[in-house]
């Protein structure tokens, strides 16, 4: 099964809409989601800072800031 992760911080608008897209998707498509906050991580927030949100699928950086739903769902189907 497809894992979908998110970085998100609190507060974050674009991680809001992220995670409201990627749960909508999940209803239709079937993979697992996790999200992550990365407040109060020193590792994370270096690594991932101001690129949140960080769509990650299967381990591997996928989007950066927004979900593009077409590329999106391409990936998820494979």
Request: aromatic share 10%; charged share 25%.
């Amino acid at each position: 099964m497809t894992n979908v992760h998110i970085y998100s911080r609190h507060g974050c608008h674009l991680c809001e809409v992220a995670e409201k897209t990627a749960k909508e998707l999940q209803s239709e498509y079937s993979y697992q989601l996790s999200v992550e906050f990365i407040d109060g991580n020193p590792e994370l927030e270096k690594e991932y800072g101001e690129k949140v949100p960080v769509i990650m699928i299967n381990g591997q950086p996928h989007d950066y800031w927004r979900i593009d739903r077409a590329r999106f769902i391409s990936a998820i189907s494979i």
